[in-house]
């Protein structure tokens, strides 16, 4: 997320230390994590480009590491390259790639099902899409695929049946 003059562009950091025990905590923290898309810098440390909605997001996740007991700090940070910013990006694109690679081939796997199963598959993989696209920040060629593949699945399920 360059900003205008085409350097880096801001990025909000979560630092944070749990105890090891009990692991509940440290396992709550890196499902969260995974679910935000968070960019993983170092041991203890992630990161997502820097807005309201990301900030907000690492800011819980700091309490809720101190309310179990560990230490936490949200920070803003501005990579000094671009190409230090291509580095921690490159990886979140390749994951969300995977991703949207997957609701592909369930979306084409569906077109083979029974009207009721394709409704259902239909909407299942819109609610992964929804998820998905809120932890992508970079768009990867991969995301038009998987609109795409939604799409062709809508037009195969019975209209009357498939809502938004």
Do not use: C, N
């Not at 900030?55 to 819980?60: H, K």
């Not at 949207?100 to 081939?105: D, L, M, Q, R």
């Amino acid at each position: 997320m360059s900003d205008a003059e085409g350097g880096p562009g801001e990025w909000v950091l979560l630092t944070y230390r749990l105890p090891r025990e009990p692991s509940a905590p440290r396992l709550a923290l890196w499902r969260k994590l995974k679910r935000l898309g968070v960019a993983q810098l170092s041991d203890g440390l992630v990161g997502l480009p820097a807005d309201a909605r990301t900030r907000e997001q690492l800011e819980w996740a700091a309490e809720e590491v101190e309310a179990a007991g560990g230490t936490a700090g949200v920070w803003s940070a501005r990579p000094a390259t671009r190409a230090q910013e291509r580095a921690v990006i490159e990886p979140m694109d390749a994951a969300r790639a995977v991703e949207y690679a997957e609701v592909v081939a369930e979306a084409t796997a569906a077109r083979a099902l029974e009207e009721h199963e394709r409704v259902q598959a239909l909407r299942r993989l819109r609610a992964q899409m929804r998820r998905i696209e809120r932890r992508d920040f970079f768009h990867p060629p991969g995301r038009e695929q998987a609109r795409q593949a939604l799409a062709d699945l809508t037009g195969s399920a019975a209209p009357a049946e498939v809502a938004p």
